[in-house]
């Protein structure tokens, strides 16, 4: 099993960008996915989850600009990024708690992570 996400880049503030990430291999089920970043010098941090298809959870930073959604059939979380902000700066990882065939527990599987740079 593994992630794949793409869509990072440069833009101006009040630009936008869309990420997208995608799973794939030997998967049962996906339960949550979401998109955590870590701006330069500091931790990792939660930007948006979803689970299903549409009960979503959005850090303070995020509410009103960023839009989290996932295409089930597709095994792939995109997230919208409106307004965009020189803050927004940072790599962003995918998450995704996953059952993989032949298991029966979830496990936890990361992205390699897109940069977001956000500059004038």
């Known amino acids: 099993v593994q992630l794949q996400a793409s869509g990072g880049g440069y833009v101006q503030p009040g630009g936008s960008l869309r990420l997208s990430c995608a799973a794939s291999?030997?998967?049962?089920?996906?339960?949550?996915m979401g998109w955590y970043r870590q701006p330069p010098g500091k931790q990792r941090e939660l930007v948006a989850s979803?689970?299903?298809?549409?009960?979503?959870n959005y850090a303070d930073s995020a509410k009103g600009r960023f839009t989290i959604s996932r295409d089930n059939a597709k095994n792939t979380v995109y997230l919208q990024m409106n307004s965009l902000k020189p803050e927004d700066t940072a790599i962003y990882y995918c998450?995704?708690?996953?059952?993989?065939?032949?298991?029966?527990?979830?496990?936890?599987?990361w992205g390699q992570g897109t940069q977001v740079t956000v500059s004038s």
């Open positions: 998450n995704a708690k996953i059952r993989p065939l032949r298991r029966f527990y979830e496990e936890d599987y």
């Open positions: 291999g030997s998967i049962f089920s996906i339960n949550v």
């Open positions: 979803i689970i299903g298809g549409s009960s979503t």
